[in-house]
């Protein structure tokens, strides 16, 4: 099982930064993938950005040029560091880790608890 836990959300002027940080901890063989999701109240959960072991990024275009994503594969962890936020950046953020517990182990899919973001205007 594998455990991921978010830090770093918060109340933030328009225009201000952020950074958001994840830890993933339990039984880790290997994390393929880790993310940062986002869910505004009465929207759906959205991909924020999502970075590779290897280190290759994807982000979505709200965020592109604002918002970067980074990871420490030897801590497991995950961090977004948030630029020029706006009013609609408010959502709750949550971490998101694809890997495998085990060679021959099935792969396991993880979220956080969230973490609440608030930009105010």
């Known amino acids: 099982q594998v455990q991921l836990v978010e830090s770093g959300g918060g109340l933030v002027q328009a225009g201000g930064s952020l950074r958001l940080s994840c830890a993933a901890s339990g039984s880790i063989f290997s994390i393929r993938i880790m993310g940062w999701y986002r869910q505004a109240p009465g929207k759906q959960r959205e991909l924020v950005a999502t970075i590779t072991h290897g280190g290759s990024t994807n982000y979505a275009d709200s965020v592109k040029g604002r918002f970067t994503i980074s990871r420490d594969n030897a801590k497991n962890t995950v961090h977004l560091q948030m630029n020029s936020l706006k009013s609609e950046d408010t959502a709750v953020y949550y971490c998101?880790?694809?890997?495998?517990?085990?060679?021959?182990?099935?792969?396991?899919?993880?979220w956080g608890q969230g973490t609440q973001v608030t930009v105010s205007s």
């Open positions: 998101n880790a694809d890997g495998k517990t085990g060679w021959y182990s099935p792969d396991f899919h993880s």
